[in-house]
């Protein structure tokens, strides 16, 4: 069971009378408002009562929330009511008897449904901004249904409008003793949180009404109490029975019965499990944040379906998240659903105990103990924290609210994803940029904009873009570019790891602007990124920034082969010239010279799976080449062969690069030998260059990178198993031919 886990993972952090203690405060506060929100369902005042003894304990035991309250709640019964007045069904009738609970019960399968379908997961995709629009939006509406009770009057349904009409209306049945003990226990109770806050007074404020109650007898005076309850535990009911037999004499509307109205009932049904999966999951995940605690959106909805099962068997309506009684568990300190179990047992209690005493609770000052709890719960310190610093987040907010307030809970749910989704739009479609540059003296890149001693290299743009690449955005993304162009500028280069993913006409755009930069004679690269992004760039159409090598590993990966080696030439702007007037503009880059790990293997992080025969047909190209040359051949062997790195039509290589190089061009060369095409002489020149090259780039390494280097030799065997299995007999020949002279082939 879930609250076994509670408590074998957090012992330390609970405090068993805290949560038992909860538990019986949140049983007792329940009592007044299940009573009235089942009167609101349709059904008699003691089934929510029901609704709030086996349902909240197999929430409680399901449930992976550790303070979060469940029970008969305003929002599902408002539209089960509002589904008896639609089909002229009397509330507490026989007919609402029979349709209530089916209707939980069909929701109950929803859950079901909603929980093999993983639907636990759309949460994820409302933001915190909405969240918070969301719960305050829920919680002020609730209040509103409430204020009427405070002073003598009945509570409202609906929305903000028909809240406040009611409120007005109400007034007519104004008591001011009524009043003065609602409002005197809000004031209370607030208060007294501020200054003994660890004080129960949710619990000493019940207790206080029921004792002038007991000796003033209030009631007389005109203030409202509990009715009176049946004492007993609630019986099973058979709601499935209804839904496959129908009652033709009982919905005498309709000459199928219930089977008649079944398919509104289904869609009626999944608006009450939207409300309360959306309402739940949003409230008890953010008590989860808050607390830092462990929760799992899609295990809830199974906790939600189960006990919505419970209470349709009990004859009960559906089953809500309870924003007030969360609210008032978490004022007590309660820590695990030890409170639930608590709470469960403490309603059986009262249910076969206590109510000839539940006679004695006022409505006011239950009232104002539910209203406290729900003000608690109102986000008014994130509302002033995104007033004051994101415009665009305070009126998401705004708008998530304000929806809920107006049109209802279901239609606030739809703006709240609605406007989770156009806040995702707005950001990737405008997602942060910079233009970067080299601090003097300095490794690494940095903005130009927020850093004033950074300074751009010089002929070079580099910018860095930290967003997907989509329709949307892509002309950004060119713009911005080609504005940054100057008459001087000889490369581009794009630091790409915000971009985890493009689309078809992104691809197809970075194609055009590629080429029409080459065709102005400027280099273009894309950098840093996933290697995922280059798996995506060849399926949609960018196979040609691969195949010409525009796509690089790292910044200086696209530098060097653009052509730039460390340390880097900077401008000299007007914006930094007196901060460094006494420097030199080729200042010494402090990293100048370290090989990272980074530039040494870049080939197969390009091309993937094909890396291995992009690689071989490099090396047959220049083999070929140099066969074809003959003679001739020993200016493009000193060219090719001696240089800094290894440039083939595809690029600069890098160190692990081009060692797999040498392997693959050594072995086409003895192909080439045994084919006649060139001499045994020129063969053993060129692998004379090689050799020498090979010594250069090793000795490098270890001045440099000595860990880089034995990095190189794990490589290398790697290569020769994969030369040994594809081309055998070349690969004994070489080794005979070269053994002595190099051992290390072995």
């Known amino acids: 069971m879930r609250l076994i886990t509670q408590v074998k993972t957090d012992r330390k952090g609970i405090n068993w009378a805290k949560d038992i203690f909860g538990g019986i405060v949140i049983a007792l506060v329940s009592i007044p408002i299940s009573m009235g929100y089942a009167q609101i369902a349709g059904l008699p005042p003691v089934y929510g009562l029901y609704g709030s003894l086996l349902p909240i304990l197999l929430y409680g035991l399901l449930s992976t929330s550790r303070q979060f309250v469940v029970g008969v709640d305003a929002m599902p019964a408002v539209i089960v009511g509002s589904v008896l007045a639609q089909l002229e069904i009397r509330a507490e009738s026989e007919e609402a008897m029979l349709l209530v609970p089916a209707i939980t019960l069909l929701v109950a399968i929803w859950f079901l449904v909603l929980y093999f379908l993983n639907a636990g997961r759309i949460v994820r995709y409302i933001s915190t901004p909405v969240m918070g629009g969301f719960i305050s939006g829920v919680g002020l509406t609730i209040i509103l249904m409430q204020v009427p009770k405070l002073y003598g009057g009945a509570p409202g349904t609906g929305e903000v409008i028909a809240l406040l009409l009611n409120i007005r209306a109400q007034m007519e049945q104004f008591h001011i003793l009524s009043f003065g003990l609602g409002l005197g226990t809000i004031l209370i109770i607030l208060v007294c949180k501020k200054i003994v806050p660890k004080i129960p007074m949710t619990v000493i ?24 309850v049946a004492p007993g535990l609630p019986k099973a009911v058979l709601p499935g029975f209804v839904l496959l037999t129908g009652r033709a004499d009982i919905f005498a509307q309709d000459p199928n019965g219930i089977l008649g109205i079944l398919p509104d009932l289904l869609m009626q049904s999944l608006g009450i499990a939207a409300v309360i999966m959306a309402q739940t999951l949003l409230a008890s995940g953010n008590y989860a944040r808050k607390y830092h605690d462990p929760f799992d959106n899609n295990t809830e909805l199974l906790a939600y379906g189960a006990m919505n ?22 004022s007590q300190g309660v820590r695990s659903q030890v409170m639930s179990v608590a709470a469960s047992i403490a309603m059986a209690v009262v249910l076969l105990f206590g109510t000839p005493f539940l006679k004695y609770l006022p409505v006011p000052v239950l009232t104002g103990i539910v209203i406290t709890a729900l003000i608690g719960i109102l986000e008014t310190k994130m509302e002033r924290k995104l007033r004051r610093i994101s415009r665009t987040e305070w009126l998401i907010f705004l708008l998530a609210f304000f929806g809920v307030l107006f049109f209802g809970t279901l239609y606030g749910i739809i703006i709240g994803v609605v406007l989770s989704f156009a806040e995702i739009a707005i950001r990737s479609v405008t997602p942060p940029t910079a233009f970067v540059g080299r601090i003097p003296g300095h490794g690494n890149f940095y903005s130009l904009k927020r850093n004033t001693a950074a300074r751009p290299i010089r002929h070079t743009v580099i910018y860095r873009f930290s967003g997907n690449l989509f329709f949307a955005n892509i002309d950004l993304f060119c713009e911005e570019i080609e504005n940054a162009i100057k008459e001087d500028t000889h490369q581009i280069v794009v630091d790409a790891r915000g971009i985890g993913d493009i689309d078809v006409t992104a691809a197809e755009r970075l194609v055009r602007f590629y080429q029409s930069l080459r065709d102005r004679g400027i280099l273009f690269y894309l950098t840093e990124h996933d290697g995922s992004l280059n798996d995506q760039l060849r399926k949609l159409g960018g196979y040609l920034l691969i195949e010409e090598g525009a796509i690089r590993r790292t910044i200086t990966l696209a530098l060097r082969d653009a052509g730039l080696e460390k340390p880097y030439e900077l401008e000299d702007t007007d914006s930094n010239a007196s901060l460094f007037q006494t420097a030199s503009i080729r200042l010494p880059d402090l990293t100048a010279g370290v090989e990272a790990e980074e530039r040494l293997s870049e080939f197969e992080w390009v091309f993937g799976e094909e890396a291995e025969e992009k690689m071989e047909l490099l090396a047959r190209t220049m083999a070929d080449e140099l066969a074809e040359a003959g003679n001739d051949a020993a200016d493009l062997e000193a060219q090719v062969l ?10 600069l290589l890098g160190r692990f690069d081009e060692d797999e190089f040498w392997d693959l061009l050594t072995v086409r060369l003895e192909e080439l030998l045994g084919e006649g095409r060139i001499t045994p002489e020129m063969a053993e020149r060129i692998e004379r260059h090689i050799e020498r090259r090979r010594e250069f780039g090793q000795k490098k390494l270890q001045e440099l990178n000595p860990h880089a280097l034995r990095l190189l030799n794990k490589h290398e065997k790697v290569i020769r198993n994969y030369i040994k299995r594809k081309h055998p007999k070349e690969y004994e020949k070489y080794l005979e031919m070269h053994g002595k002279a190099s051992p290390k082939l072995h």
């Open 642 to 651: 001696d240089e800094e790195g290894i440039r083939t039509s595809w690029g």
């Open 309 to 330: 099962v419970v209470s349709a068997f009990t004859g009960s309506c559906p089953i809500n998240g309870s924003v007030s009684r969360s609210g008032i568990a978490d």
């Open 205 to 228: 404020m019940m207790v206080v009404g029921a004792l002038l109650q007991a000796f003033l007898h209030l009631d007389q005076y005109g203030v409202k109490v509990l009715a009176p």
